[in-house]
């Protein structure tokens, strides 16, 4: 997946206590776990650190590639900050943003401010295909990221992730403004925005709920040998955003 600052909702379904599947990333990630539909993410709805088998799956488990329609790297342009395409030229600049370690302490990969780590990450970014940097617009810098990744054009369906926010913009209006130029953008094709959190990081799962986010379910997804608990938040179109 979200990251920047990003969202527990009360009332679980029933479904959610029975066992879900251990996912590993070598398989398609889209599956149903628990009545709910999704990937599993880090922070405010990413997904976790990227290895070769990891934007493997992610690439075979998304149809967005061969998908018409959905613009997968708009440029969006809000009141404080813009969005547009990533691109190779801005690993150094991202990298200034994403290199305070307190950004990942309570991500699934709390290592990403290492260069090598940060590096691997930026690699699946680029190669997604739907990864937007975050621009302040007062100032011109660099302040994040975040991407749009497997757009189901049946379902009408598509997961927001991968977001981190340089801490000299959390706690102010910058997440959410970034949320709704993505998520505006998403509903003219999507019925339904995914964003997968980790478990444990309370503070995307609270900004997830700032912004409307309705808890789904629970799943633990295995990386590198590792098992990680996530959870799954959606937002619904307004019926009249999508297009026909």
Request: aromatic share 12%.
């Amino acid at each position: 997946m979200a990251p920047d600052a990003a969202f527990l909702c009360a009332g679980f379904p029933a479904e959610r206590f029975t066992k879900p599947p251990r996912r590993r990333f070598g398989q398609s990630l889209w599956h149903t776990v628990a009545g709910g539909r999704g990937l599993a993410n880090n922070q405010e709805g990413q997904p976790m650190g990227e290895t070769n088998s990891e934007r493997t799956a992610l690439t075979e488990g998304s149809s967005s590639s061969a998908t018409p329609g959905f613009d997968l790297q708009p440029t969006l342009i809000g009141e404080t900050v813009s969005l547009r395409a990533l691109h190779a030229e801005d690993f150094e600049s991202l990298y200034a943003a994403a290199s305070d370690a307190l950004i990942w302490e309570q991500h699934p990969e709390p290592l990403r401010y290492q260069r090598a780590v940060f590096e691997g990450f930026f690699a699946g970014a680029l190669a997604s295909g739907g990864a937007l940097v975050a621009t302040d617009k007062g100032s011109g810098a660099l302040i994040g990221s975040s991407r749009y990744y497997d757009w189901q054009a049946d379902a009408q369906e598509v997961a927001i992730g991968y977001t981190f926010l340089a801490r000299s913009h959390w706690g102010g209006t910058t997440n959410r403004e970034m949320k709704k130029l993505m998520l505006d953008h998403a509903f003219r094709w999507a019925k339904v925005v995914w964003f997968h959190v980790g478990s444990n990081n309370w503070r995307s799962r609270k900004a997830m709920e700032r912004i409307g986010g309705t808890l789904s379910h629970e799943a633990r997804v295995e990386s590198n040998g590792v098992a990680h608990d996530y959870v799954f938040y959606r937002i619904e179109a307004p019926k009249r955003n999508i297009a026909r």
